[in-house]
């Protein structure tokens, strides 16, 4: 035994000496040693040459930086090390603090439900209400009236149940409004429940456009006391083909929102009106939200309207009224990306990640199709309580200028008129085949882009071509002439942009441009660029 003894000391002993030597020989690697290593550069620096002098500096100052760097790392890893062990213990106090607040939280729920149910009880119910707040905190599942009441569900519906409240039963609405709460779109799944029996009515497919501007613009006399110019009306229709976005502007008071609003009741289909609030700034303003916690989402009119207007034949309208309260490209930027894509296939907005079953039914893995029979028309003010609107959103809309109040008028009563959303589109694909824009006047429209991107640095682009080619054919076949219709969208849609141009270069000129129109086009013809021309000299 006392030769193992003796063997274990010595191996331990060993061991004990190798690691105090390894100890001390870093310490004297990084901290002690340094005596040395000068005291050997010292000796060596004057005997050796400029290159070997320069070449000797470095490699201290190597040394040095690595010795630092080993230090710090070290100190660096203690310093930190206590700092993880400090967090654990705080985090620890934080986790244990809110476990004990969940439980209150379920307890006072739990009590709550208990209450509940004693006050139904009391009521005449029998059945006991079961306890659904743990299962919307913890689990991903929507709790549907037939788990929650007992009442067997069949496809959404409730059947064969009753509900013995006040000793009788509950009433057809009151079973339908049941049927919404296992959707997570209430609102949504009442459009569905209301165009289950739907029969379309019968539309009239033989009315022309020329014929829709003279009926509608009777209609707003006759039914709804509004005067609306035939041009005004011209430009109305017209502007729908080229844009789903219509931004009616001018002074109050002249009709912005309600020829929207009276075209749409014209059409039997009347428009939603959506209040444009300062606080908008993003998509959830207008499409709505899904609530984590309840499980439903939170549903907007305009969401409503959009969901609708699938299942609807007729031409549909959302009105965003004063709608530069807030800033457009901000709350209306996802709309605006999906009504560029060139396929109506893609004309879908995302509304939550993934579909469930109980769904409404034209939503597609929680996408809403944006149908190509709506329309977006919004109002807008030029005050101090405004934003301005950017070109982003000019470009890609339709402006409508409403300056003017139409002297009233005496005509024949005329009642709404319903054509399909298909026939408006085919009317407006006939006009472009029956009035394309004249070979004179597209190279008049080459020379005064010519003029413009000397002189001015504008230039048309391919979205305003575009727009031209579908405006100025179906102005035409409202009755309007090509050159005017040529001359609104010049007014509106190009010349507008030497509002933010240089003021001083602008001013002088404007006078050689508006020469170089009339000579251009004659001197009786494009009006509206003149006029307009001719403020923005006045306002400079």
């Not at 296992?182 to 009315?207: C, E, G, H, N, W």
């Not at 991107?453 to 305003?464: C, E, K, P, V």
């Not at 441009?513 to 009786?524: M, N, P, R």
Request: proline share 4%; charged share 25%.
């Amino acid at each position: 035994m006392s030769e193992f003894l003796k063997f274990a000391f010595e191996v331990l002993s060993q061991i004990v000496y190798n690691l105090t030597a390894a100890l001390a020989a870093a310490a004297r690697l990084l901290i002690t040693g340094w005596k040395e290593y000068f005291s050997i550069f010292f000796t060596y620096f004057p005997t050796l040459g400029i290159l070997g002098k320069v070449l000797s500096a470095l490699l201290m100052a190597a040394l040095i930086a690595i010795a630092v760097l080993a230090v710090f790392l070290l100190v660096r890893s203690f310093v930190v090390r206590r700092r993880l062990k400090k967090d654990r213990t705080d985090n620890a106090e934080l986790y244990r603090e809110i476990g004990r607040l969940n439980r209150q939280v379920l307890n006072l729920i739990e009590e709550k439900n208990k209450i509940l149910a004693l006050k139904v009880n009391a009521m005449g119910g029998t059945e006991h209400i079961p306890y659904m707040g743990a299962s919307a905190l913890t689990e991903d599942v929507l709790p549907t009236v037939g788990n929650v009441t007992g009442i067997p569900q069949k496809g959404g519906t409730v059947e064969n149940a009753e509900i013995h409240v006040h000793n009788g039963s509950v009433s057809a609405a009151e079973e339908d409004g049941a049927a919404t709460e296992a959707s997570r779109f209430p609102k949504l799944t009442l459009v569905d429940q209301k165009y289950m029996d739907y029969v379309q009515p019968v539309f009239d497919d033989q009315i022309t456009l020329e014929e829709l501007v003279d009926c509608y613009r009777r209609f707003a006399c006759t039914q709804m006391h509004l005067y609306y110019s035939e041009e005004i009306i011209r430009r109305f229709v017209a502007g729908m083909s080229a844009s789903k976005l219509l931004v009616l502007e001018g002074i109050s008071g002249t009709g912005k929102t309600s020829l929207p609003h009276s075209f749409s009741r014209f059409l039997e289909n009347p428009a939603t009106m959506v209040s444009v609030q300062p606080s908008y700034r993003d998509r959830t303003e207008l499409l709505g939200y899904f609530n984590e916690f309840s499980k439903r989402f939170n549903e907007t009119e305009f969401l409503r309207s959009l969901y609708e207007a699938n299942y609807r034949q007729e031409p549909s309208m959302i009105i965003l009224d004063e709608m530069n309260l807030a800033r457009i490209e901000y709350y209306f930027a996802e709309m605006l990306s999906v009504l560029e894509m060139p396929s109506h296939d893609e004309w879908v907005v995302d509304l939550v990640p993934t579909g469930w079953e109980n769904d409404p039914k034209l939503l597609f893995g929680g996408k809403i199709q944006v149908p190509d029979s709506i329309w977006f028309v919004g109002t807008a003010n030029n005050d101090d309580s405004t934003f301005t609107i950017t070109d982003k959103v000019y470009d890609r809309a339709m402006p409508i200028e409403l300056n003017d109040r139409a002297d009233p008028f005496e005509c024949l009563p005329q009642g709404p008129v319903r054509i399909t959303s298909q026939h408006l589109m085919a009317m407006f694909e006939k006009a472009k085949q029956d009035y394309p824009i004249s070979p004179a006047t597209e190279a008049k429209l080459e020379k005064l882009d010519s003029y413009l991107q000397t002189r001015f640095r504008l230039s048309f682009g391919n979205r305003i071509i575009k727009q031209m080619h579908d405006f100025i054919p179906v102005y035409v076949a409202c009755g309007g002439k090509e050159l005017d219709g040529m001359d609104y969208i010049v007014a509106r849609k190009v010349l507008k942009k030497l509002e933010s141009m240089n003021i001083t270069f602008v001013r002088d000129e404007i006078r050689g441009l508006i020469e170089y129109i009339e000579k251009v086009f004659g001197k009786s013809n494009m009006p509206d660029s003149k006029a307009y021309l001719a403020r923005i000299q006045n306002l400079f």
